[in-house]
Antibody, heavy 121, light 107 residues
Framework: EVQLVESGGGMVQPGGSLRLSCAAS????????IDWVRQAPGKGLEWVGRSRNKANGYTTEYAASVKGRFTISRDDSTSTVSLLMNSLKTEDTAVYYC????????????WGQGTLVTVTS | DIQMTQSPSTLSASAGDRVTIACRASESINRWMAWYQQKPGKAPKLLIWDASNLESGVPSRFSGSGSGTEFTLTISSLQPDDFATYYC?????????FGQGTKVEVK
């Protein structure tokens, strides 16, 4: 069974940092890209960024709203992806989902349960 | 960035109704379109990919169509479990973008 489990969410002050983790299981992690998608309270979905696999150089992509502040990394040996969030702003408050990218397509076929990040003073 | 615009934002319907949700892209995305269903407090669930491919395990009452800039998600006979919010998403270019969502509510 494919599972994605996020952790690391919590409350942080503006300007602070937080690292989210996503633990994957039930599939060959090294084959897949993993993305992060967030959802502010009561709002729609916003794509945050992508981690590509080794075959594609472990390269990353970011939304303009987080570029330069957020960093995605992955560890194939432990099947985990991390989202390091620096210089957090109140508008970064959201539920953060770790998602698996469908091979043969490029949409999101499995989602974690999400972890809430609240940026507040 | 490619803008995705869904209509309507809210749809009131009854069980058994045929429901259609539209999504328009601000430029051509070929068939690189997905649809997701989200229920309150839950993660979204993939329904349709590449505009018309039904994801495994998704009931056949769901269907998708379209190409270029105009797409639709159709539920042929609305079931009680289908009351939820639906999102379209393009994946032809970065940043990946979603529509604002369509809430299907009980009439």
């Amino acid at each position: 069974e494919v599972q994605l489990v996020e952790s690391g969410g919590g409350m942080v002050q503006p300007g602070g940092s937080l690292r989210l983790s996503c633990a994957a299981s039930g599939f060959t992690f090294s084959y897949h890209y993993i993305d992060w998608v967030r959802q502010a309270p009561g709002k729609g979905l916003e794509w945050v960024g992508r981690s590509r696999n080794k075959a594609n150089g472990y390269t990353t992509e970011y939304a303009a709203s987080v570029k330069g502040r957020f960093t995605i990394s992955r560890d194939d040996s432990t099947s985990t992806v991390s989202l390091l969030m620096n210089s957090l702003k109140t508008e970064d408050t959201a539920v953060y989902y770790c998602v698996r990218v469908l091979r043969g397509g490029d949409c999101f076929d499995y989602w974690g349960q999400g972890t809430l990040v609240t940026v507040t003073s | 960035d490619i803008q995705m615009t869904q209509s309507p934002s809210t749809l009131s319907a009854s069980a058994g109704d045929r429901v259609t949700i539209a999504c328009r892209a601000s430029e051509s995305i070929n068939r690189w379109m997905a649809w997701y269903q989200q229920k309150p407090g839950k993660a979204p669930k993939l329904l349709i990919w590449d505009a018309s491919n039904l994801e495994s395990g998704v009931p056949s009452r769901f269907s998708g169509s379209g190409s270029g800039t105009e797409f639709t998600l159709t539920i042929s006979s609305l079931q009680p479990d289908d009351f939820a919010t639906y999102y379209c998403q393009q994946y032809v270019s970065f940043p990946r973008t979603f529509g604002q969502g369509t809430k299907v509510e009980v009439k």
